[in-house]
């Protein structure tokens, strides 16, 4: 099993910045896992945000991205991060981590194909 636990989510302005994180635990730590931000705004399917594979040279965005987010992970600490800059009212949306051992670096952003999801954290930008 692995858990996955979320933070870092908060209000804030538009333009401003924040680092979500997403913290591993549990007996399946010591496995080689891919990780995943998506997220789901009220009333919307859930999106692909970023994904990074377990060496961390393969990283993939969500088209909406256009630069302002960075994934980033530590796997001695088991820990992935989503920094997310230049923040709009509409990324406002809860944020969450996923996490597979068998997801192949081609279908990394299909969300279906993660095992391992955190609770999530919300994220709300004021305009």
């Known amino acids: 099993q692995l858990q996955l636990v979320e933070s870092g989510g908060g209000l804030v302005q538009a333009g401003d910045s924040l680092r979500l994180s997403c913290t591993a635990s549990?007996?399946?730590?010591?496995?080689?896992?891919?990780m995943a931000w998506f997220r789901q705004a009220p009333g919307r399917q859930r999106e692909f945000v970023a994904a990074?594979?377990?060496?961390?040279?393969?990283?993939y965005y969500g088209g909406f991205v256009q630069g302002r987010f960075t994934i980033s992970r530590d796997n001695a600490q088991h820990t992935g991060y989503l920094h997310m800059n230049n923040l709009k009212p509409e990324d406002t949306a809860v944020y969450y981590c996923?996490?597979?051992?068998?997801?192949?670096?081609?279908?990394?952003?299909?969300?279906?194909?993660?095992?391992?999801w955190g609770q999530g954290t919300q994220v709300t930008v004021s305009s």
């Open positions: 549990g007996p399946r730590t010591v496995g080689r896992y891919a």
């Open positions: 996923a996490a597979d051992f068998g997801v192949r670096e081609s279908t990394l952003t299909w969300g279906t194909l993660y095992e391992y």
């Open positions: 990074m594979n377990w060496e961390g040279d393969k990283t």
